[in-house]
């Protein structure tokens, strides 16, 4: 290896200021818990009063879920050479079941640790990282079987709640009937609906314990549906401090995990960047690194090479490992009458390696091995599926279900171990079929959160795969996937630039909360109704500030109506300031109001005698203020 | 009124270059019908050959609808000011029952023709109107009731083929069997089967007879389903070769038919410019024009203003108009307590009146009045939904579905008269309230076509609701909506420039596709599965040409590998040149083929002996070719 240029870290020092500085109209807040050190990071956003015009009043604040970590605090003090403060640094201690290593366990590690000319690019202020001890079992999972709440979960209750009792109060819950397709959906989280729906593995809190720097959240059907966002170089782009940034732009947007799919030659160091300063969970996929390490060469691949690895990366602090486990021998045949085969990278790692050697996949015959490393640390899987579908001719088909009852099988065995499971599904599916993979993953895994790709629900539109996704993400999460793993427009085309990051998060945030609203998650459409009142009562800077992306917001907005004083004005560039379909509808509210017109007997009041007084008033509703 | 600006029109006599530049990789090709003159545009995209080491086989060319008219046709010789040659006038005069009128018979339109003042942006080269005969009626609906079979709906059965039977020759048409809640999707599209779909109000081809220019395409569940670009200044905004250029640019894309909605000063000359130069039918809001002739003063609309502005319209060729005759006086208070009462500006126009008056809605009690306009002319209506909810909250109420069963009504009126209708539909609506509207509006109106905006499934996404729509558009596109009004980016915030409206097209382009591939219309999976195959094999400009927006596509790739040579490469830049997922699968291909590995006892064979052999042969798999 060659010695590596300083510049490669030299500016993950510093992160750009597009990055990091506050999202407009918003402050940062946190919610105590039932102890001092529970404080839950949330976003809430300031609104104006309603103009006169229109009534008058006051508007409440709006919470909403944050996952941007400290980056966007301006009362932290950024400095990615520390890392980010070790929040549950006390939970784990208390706990009392795990102990600091003298060194790393793993030999890759403590190759990697001492080679001089790794310095440059060697993440500074590593500390040990800790084990369970002898025998124990540090999984949420195992607690929650216990009937123990931890304080990551009573974080969790507290943060998927999002103040909806102050909403309650404030009167702002109304909303439609959800269709939630036998979910238990809760009016209220509590940390013991956290704990039970852990216990019973329909969800998962991922939080390594060589994590302590992350906020606990959780992944369930019954909760808020999730995002993931991949980062990650590889060998032919990208270096570690634009992985860096890349995290931190897209927990800004809003992926509630981020995975690292980086390869190439500093893919250790890399990582210890970007988990020491994640605030969200890090999601690997460990067989990528082991074949890098037998140079490419599938075939190569060992037991002991994957399994040095996961101690690497769990002592690292990764949260959860996608593992290939699934990949059966058998089922490897099935792929070859495919339009595209088998088009996930472990899963043709996997592929090649069992046809190499015709045995059976040796993350399938070392799955409890697996488990006992999962376990010590409390990394969670993601059961990989290596067969997914990768067009839509392939959908559906005999090597993906098959695949999908292995996973199923695999669960249990997991769950034996109190180890937390996730199961990953496809793909390209065409829109008839997503419903019959989301029940068969529910019945197959039982209820074990699903994570999906998409699915793209057509193959035609490359460069716009974003939304051919979100289509079919929209739709499985309202069918009950856990996760959504986020598809950027570059996809099958090149890697994506931040703008690709925000343009895939910002796809995948709308999949998530159309899918909430569905379902019927409580609370879930405020945050619409107050957005749609700032938009009847023009209150532009208010439907900026209540949207996704404020930034892009007030760009489109400006690019027609520059003005500042066009943020104030009762009208839009779509119908001009003569007419304005808002203002009538406010006539009409009034006049409803003044006439004591009810819903009812709209037809029935003496109206016609009233309609000259209306034009006598003047029938014209632009009045500028 | 001023002397206009000459500026405003000096441009739309050249078009840019990237709007009409031929589209990558394909040609324009004409399938011949029964008569000479009936010669249907598709788009032919060729195919390379596949590499040899994936089999070295031919790849048929891919027939693709297309709508961009002669502008992408180098054979084709563009004049705007002529406008476009009219490939139906010789089919309108056969059938004897029009004539060409003296002069033009809208108040208004002979005084626009006349003011010397309007010369600089008059169109320059109009021919008289059509009208039909006194008492005849000259709608496709009308002969296709009496069992006519015109060349229209010739034209239309062969466009809506796209070749099928050369494609299922060469055994390209295997697809997913399709979920079609009822509908009647055919094998093969025959001239009587579209006569029968438009006798029976279940489809529409909106074709006026003073809009020769257009080629005919139809509207209806058990079609192609369709997608409208919306174009059109505003008060603040924009001009008249702007107009033009992004029609041809929406058409370029895939705009089935066109919205104008332009309003201001030259609404009357732009839209002459639009319809003479346009190849796909256009459709407006009368309503909007009306206005403006009574100074934005909606109490002051009268009929006699709103029949002289059909008549001025329906003279220069527009196909469809939105007529917002179900906002009934008794609904209007029942919008008083939405959160966004009334956000269609046809509709807020017409509550408007009716409160100012306290009088049923003119366009209502008009209603047979102006089926007699429609029917001298062939223009279609499209119903509006003026009560359509503007938010997630006020989905599916009381006022949105009293005006649809109000619609319903009204279409069996029009269909009385012989006159060709489709139904407007919302707006926003959360994914579990989709198909509700759809089976209502089924239910209520015939299964006459619906024709939908979005529906948006999330109001929280200003800048990006071309997606939080396309996710309702291809869910409801599947349960039964005809043709799907697009959004862009700009939605709720401002006007959309070009990229906008290809970001509009595209999103839905995508939506309506995946729609198909839903429902199973025969054919639909060809272009999934030649894409699909080509991304397989790394036939890289094929994959782009395949794609819904080549440039794009393309652009993208570039940006990670920009060289030449990358289009040939055998890898791409997720993965690097060494390692390939594709590669692997091929060898699992490979190893299945030569020995004998069937689907069904790919495990009983004596995979186990051969395992050593494949290693021998060298099991790396990325071989440069």
Redesign the interface.
Known sequence: MNAVPSDLIRDAQALSEEVIRPIPGSRKIFVGGSRDDVRVPMREIAQQRTPTLFGGEDNPPITVYDTSGPYTDPAANIDLAAGLPALRARWIEERNDTEALAGLSSEFGRAREHDPRLSAVRFPGRILPRRARDGANVTQMHYARRGIVTPEMEFVAIRENQRMDAMRDAGLL??????DFGASIQARITPEFVRDEIARGRAILPNNINHPESEPMIIGRNFLTKINANIGN????SGIAEEVEKLVWAIRWGGDTVMDLS?GKHIHETREWIVRNSPVPIGTVPIYQA?EKVD????ELTWEIFRDTLIEQAEQGVDYFTIHAGVL??Y??????????????G???L??WC?????ENFLYTHFEDICDIMKAYDVAFSLGDGLRP????D??D?AQFGELETLGELTKIAWKHDVQTMIEGPG?V????IKENMDKQLAECGEAPFYTLGPL????????D???S??GA??IG?FGTAMLCYVT??E????P?REDVRDGI??Y???A???D????HPGA?I???A???A??EFRWED??H????PE??K???D???PKDAHKLAHF????????C??K??????D???EHG???TQ??ETG?????GE??AQG???YRPE
Chains 1, 2 share one sequence.
């Open positions: 109304s909303q439609h009937a959800g269709q590889s060998a032919v782009s390869t074949l490419g060469r599938a075939e021998l058998r490897v045949p099935l792929t070859a009458r495919r339009v595209t085969g088998i088009v996930s990278r899963g043709s790692i592929a090649k046809l190499a050697h015709h045995k990768g067009c839509i001719a959908a559906n005999a390209h065409p829109m008839q079929l629900t057509t193959d035609i539109a490359p460069g716009y974003h939304i051919t979100a289509i929209a739709m309202w427009p570059k099958h085309l090149g890697l630039d910002m796809a945030k709308i999949a909360h159309a899918a609203l569905a379902k019927g459409q945050r619409d109704n957005l749609s009142k938009r009847f439907q900026f209540l949207g996704l992306d892009k917001a760009a489109f907005h690019e027609t109506l839009c560039s779509m119908c001009g300031p003569h007419f379909s808002m009538i509808t406010q006539d009409v509210r006049y409803a109001a017109v009810d819903e709209a037809i109206m016609a005698e009233k309609a209306f034009l029938a014209e509703v």
